[in-house]
């Protein structure tokens, strides 16, 4: 009788350690899964997007954030777009909303990207860079206005 009592506490232990591994690996497994979806911020952009996305995110009440310069803008713009130049942007990020994806757009792609970065940095999780710029826009035959 005592050598099942020992056995029976034994199965027991083995049991409760099988049940602590299980809950690690559920544990390890969502630590993963968040890390590799795109962590805590479900609203986060991607760093980029194409200017077909970002033409239907536009359409759908996305913020278009053009960070060319005047004259830049003066040839063709995208209509609805706001002009803040890439080198005036971080004293005037009080003018950029909170509660909007933004949608950064320069004339090839290099400008958008560092102006993302900025955002980022001062805590605008929602932006993004358009791929391409203002050129790509134009080469999708995507509408623009000229001459203003």
């Known amino acids: 009788m005592a050598k099942n009592k020992k056995n029976s506490k034994k199965q027991a232990g083995n049991k409760t350690w099988i049940w602590v591994l299980l809950g690690l690996v559920a544990v390890v497994a969502a630590i993963l899964i968040i890390n590799f979806s795109g962590g805590s911020n479900p609203n986060k952009l991607p760093d980029t997007v194409t200017v077909q996305d970002a033409s239907t995110r536009f359409e759908q009440g996305a913020y278009l954030l053009d960070v060319r310069e005047q ?10 777009a706001v002009l803040i130049p890439l080198g005036q942007l971080s004293a005037r990020t009080a003018e950029l909303p909170t509660d909007q994806d933004i949608l950064i757009i320069c004339r090839s792609g290099n400008r958008s990207g560092q102006a993302r970065d900025l955002l980022r940095q001062a805590g605008f999780e929602r932006t993004t860079s358009i791929s391409g710029g203002i050129n790509a826009w134009m080469a999708a035959g995507l509408p623009v206005i000229s001459g203003n």
């Not at 830049?72 to 609805?80: K, N, Y």
């Open 71 to 80: 004259s830049e803008w003066d040839e063709a713009h995208v209509d609805g």
